[in-house]
């Protein structure tokens, strides 16, 4: 018997199914583990003693780990803005000005941190803004200093999502406004910023996720009085964990996951409506 007729074309799909739904199961599975033992009533994470709330409703007494999720939170929304303005800028410049002085340079600067280990960036930061702060006394480390470094890994991923698809737009639509009387930064903001403002939010979203959860350049760049909730659990996992904090961990996951699915239905309708717009502007010519 052939080898062909063994391994058909049935066997193939169910072969596929079989590792795409190992793989989910593989990732998944332990979140789903983690919100199960949220309600766990017993003190140790791995036995389970019975449902209770009393996890959820101790942690606004958890002042410690309150105070490094509002600090991450802060930081990862000031980052995700700022790697969005400043990736969405170095985008622009790199897909539509070819040639400029120094521009292999500056594309390389750009697409740094993407290969270079987070404790190179961290450690080399850190010498960096000591030495600053020595000649001119600032800046002390804190949400600052974890902002910077943080900035500078989340722009590099917005750039790339941002640049991806400016490579994408047919150039003829910005050429047709310009010919119809629109100066350049017309035809940005009224025709190249509503095309890009999926990828603009699909960059704001990876970015926040990226800086809410770092622990490396946190690690780095934090001070007295200045400690993200990574770091907190991190510290935290040395004497052994408590389902607090997988009562922190569900709320988080809870919160993105329904940005998530908010996010995706505005990029799904917005696109549904450009596809609209292009097809009756095609009906029309």
Request: charged share 10%; glycine share 8%; hydrophobic share 55%.
């Amino acid at each position: 018997m052939s080898g062909k007729a063994v391994f058909g074309p049935a066997f193939a799909r169910g072969f596929s199914k079989a590792w795409l739904i190992g793989g989910y199961v593989f990732l998944y599975l332990p979140i789903f583990a983690l919100v199960i033992y949220s309600f766990n009533d017993s003190p140790i994470p791995n036995l389970w003693a019975g449902f209770t709330l009393k996890w959820y409703a101790a942690l606004p007494n958890d002042r410690e780990m309150i105070a490094g999720l509002w600090l991450s939170l802060k930081t990862a929304f000031f980052t995700a803005c700022g790697s969005v303005l400043l990736g969405t800028l170095a985008a622009f410049a790199l897909v539509k000005y070819r040639r400029f002085t120094g521009r292999t340079a500056f594309s390389g600067m750009v697409n740094a941190p993407l290969v270079m280990p987070e404790v190179i960036i961290g450690l080399s930061l850190l010498l960096m803004l000591v030495s600053v702060q020595r000649v001119l006394g600032f800046p002390e480390r804190g949400m600052l200093t974890i902002w910077l470094g943080h900035l500078l890994l989340g722009m590099a991923y917005a750039t790339v999502v941002v640049q991806a698809r400016l490579q994408d737009l047919n150039p003829q639509l910005e050429e047709a406004a310009m010919d119809l009387g629109a100066k350049p930064h017309q035809v940005f903001y009224l025709v190249t910023l509503p095309m890009i403002a999926q990828s603009m939010l699909s960059a704001w979203l990876l970015t926040f996720t990226l800086s809410l959860d770092d622990v490396v350049l946190s690690a780095f760049l934090s001070g007295p009085g200045a400690t993200t909730m990574p770091l907190v659990i991190f510290s935290r996992a040395r004497l052994g964990l408590n389902p607090s904090v997988n009562a922190v961990a569900t709320i988080i996951v809870l919160v993105v996951s329904v940005g998530v699915v908010l996010a995706s239905l505005a990029i799904a309708r917005a696109e549904r409506r450009r596809s609209q717009e292009l097809a009756a502007a095609a009906r029309g010519g």
